[in-house]
């Protein structure tokens, strides 16, 4: 069982950048894949990155990538998500999620926790 929650949100102009982090509870937190999807207005929620146990093999949306960046630390319990060159199609509720499988997950369904959410507003 893991508990998950995000911070870090806010209201960026477009070209900015933003760091959007994610606090786990319990102690296995290096046994879960983590991944980071959003959810826009009247939209369905889309992947946007995910990384591994250690943190060697990482996975993005083609609209992210080489923008943001997903990381994790262990030893802190933490997965963050480096947005940079941020545009007004980014404007989300990003969502933490955690999965307890071997490899990485892209898709809603993998993922078994979730947090609740952080909002992201990107003005053009």
């Known amino acids: 069982q893991v508990q998950l929650v995000e911070s870090g949100g806010g209201l960026v102009q477009a070209g900015g950048s933003l760091r959007v982090s994610c606090a786990a509870s319990?102690?296995?937190?290096?046994?879960?894949?983590m991944g980071w999807f959003r959810q826009a207005p009247g939209k369905e929620r889309e992947f946007v990155a995910a990384?591994?146990?250690?943190?060697?093999?990482?996975s993005y949306a083609d609209s992210v990538k080489g923008r943001f960046t997903i990381s994790r630390d262990n030893a802190k319990n933490t997965v963050s998500l480096q947005m940079n060159n941020l545009k007004p199609e980014d404007t989300a509720v990003y969502y933490c999620?955690?999965?307890?499988?071997?490899?990485?997950?892209?898709?809603?369904?993998?993922?078994?926790?979730w947090g609740q959410g952080t909002q992201v507003t990107v003005s053009s």
């Open positions: 319990g102690r296995t937190f290096s046994r879960y894949v």
């Open positions: 999620a955690a999965a307890s499988r071997g490899g990485i997950g892209t898709t809603r369904g993998e993922y078994g926790y």
């Open positions: 990384i591994s146990w250690g943190g060697s093999t990482t």
